[in-house]
Nanobody, 126 residues
Framework: QVQLVQSGGGLVQAGGSLSVSCAAS????????VGWFRQAPGKEREFVSR????????DYADSVKGRFTTSKLNAENTVYLQMNSLKPEDTAVYYC???????????????????WGQGTQVTVSS
């Protein structure tokens, strides 16, 4: 079983930066894909980015491409989401989640992820 602990986030003005981290306890991220999703009030949970722990391959939603960066630190078994040039429409609760790399399911669909962090609020004021 994987336990995910998130930290970071907060409140920032438009154009600012924030970061969120996701640390695994109980086991490593090896053979997992770590995804970032967000959910704004009244909206469905949406894909933000994902990273394959083994290879480091990355994917981003078009809405955040060029502004957000996902990275990992092997020694700390932690994945980071660096968010730059934030916009009010980025306001949401951000979640990290993991899925097995070899299950053959889409890594962009939150329904395919089995373990979730507690969520972190990111608020961008205009």
């Amino acid at each position: 079983q994987v336990q995910l602990v998130q930290s970071g986030g907060g409140l920032v003005q438009a154009g600012g930066s924030l970061s969120v981290s996701c640390a695994a306890s109980g086991r490593t991220f090896f053979n997992y894909i770590v995804g970032w999703f967000r959910q704004a009030p009244g909206k469905e949970r949406e894909f933000v980015s994902r990273i394959s722990w083994n290879t480091g391959s990355l994917d981003y939603a078009d809405s955040v491409k060029g502004r957000f960066t996902t990275s990992k630190l092997n020694a700390e078994n932690t994945v980071y989401l660096q968010m730059n040039s934030l916009k009010p429409e980025d306001t949401a609760v951000y979640y990290c989640a993991v899925k097995n790399k070899y299950d053959g399911r889409s890594s962009n669909d939150h329904l395919n992820y089995g373990w979730w962090g507690q969520g972190t609020q990111v608020t961008v004021s205009s």
